[in-house]
């Protein structure tokens, strides 16, 4: 069975400061991982995924993340945080076949400090 | 620009009455997801499709949830009777597998 793990609910940095939202997974079989954001009141919106090739993925807003099989990871980071960018982040993990359950951790909440 | 559209954006209900949610996944997308998102739970995956046909639906209790896919435009999450502990956001999404889902901006359902 696949599961996400999102060390700290809450993360709060600096404007300008570097963002690290941590994510590790759980699967049996080669995963597609995947970071969305949540803005209040909506729905979630899909900032990057890996699904093969490049384990260093960039996505939207100046966010990437980098696939470490050995380390079972897929850390979300941006160099340096804006205040638009508070929100809450949901890592995500489906199996790499067909059957494309789509799990996710419970989610970071990133808050950004003038 | 395609979309996942769901509706009633926001429903308040009697505890006891029956609440019907609608998705309208993008066309051409294989698979639909049901998700609930509560502040003590986060994102519960409910349900799931693939063609029409459910996939999964063991995260739903099945004693008042019943979820179904009339044909490929429309989905639909029932719940009869709701209970005040059913009030949360719920989320449909829509994607075919090895790509990424796309959500709708989901249903706001309070039960009093």
């Known amino acids: 069975a696949q599961s996400v793990t999102q060390l700290g609910s809450h993360v709060s940095v600096s404007e300008g400061a570097l963002v690290l939202l941590r994510c590790n997974y759980s699967?049996?079989?080669?995963?597609?991982l995947f970071w969305y954001v949540q803005y209040p009141n909506q729905g979630l919106q899909l900032l990057l995924k890996?699904?093969?090739?490049?384990?260093l993925v960039k996505g939207i807003n100046g966010f990437e993340a980098e696939f470490k099989k050995s380390e079972t990871s897929f850390h979300l980071t941006k160099p340096s945080a804006h205040m638009s960018d508070a929100a809450e982040y949901f890592c995500?993990?489906?199996?790499?076949?067909?059957?494309?359950?789509?799990?996710f951790g419970s989610g970071t909440r990133l808050l950004v400090r003038p | 620009d395609a979309r996942v559209t769901q509706t009633p954006r926001h429903k308040v209900t009697e505890m006891g009455q029956e609440v019907t949610m609608r998705c309208q996944p993008i066309?051409?997308?294989?698979?639909v997801f049901w998700y609930r998102q509560t502040m003590m739970q986060g994102l519960e995956l409910l349900a799931y499709?693939?063609?029409?046909?459910?996939?999964?639906d063991s995260g739903m209790p099945k004693d008042r949830f019943s979820a179904e896919m009339p044909d490929a435009t429309l989905a639909t999450l029932k719940i009869q009777p709701s209970e005040p502990r059913d009030s949360a956001v719920y989320f449909c999404?829509?994607?075919?597998?090895?790509?990424?889902?796309?959500f709708g901006q989901g249903t706001r359902l309070t039960v009093v």
């Open positions: 999404a829509s994607g075919n597998w090895n790509t990424e889902a796309f």
């Open positions: 699967s049996s079989v080669p995963p597609y």
């Open positions: 890996y699904t093969t090739g490049a384990t």
């Open positions: 995500a993990v489906t199996r790499m076949d067909s059957s494309y359950k789509l799990i």
């Open positions: 066309l051409g997308h294989n698979t």
């Open positions: 499709f693939r063609n029409r046909a459910p996939l999964d």
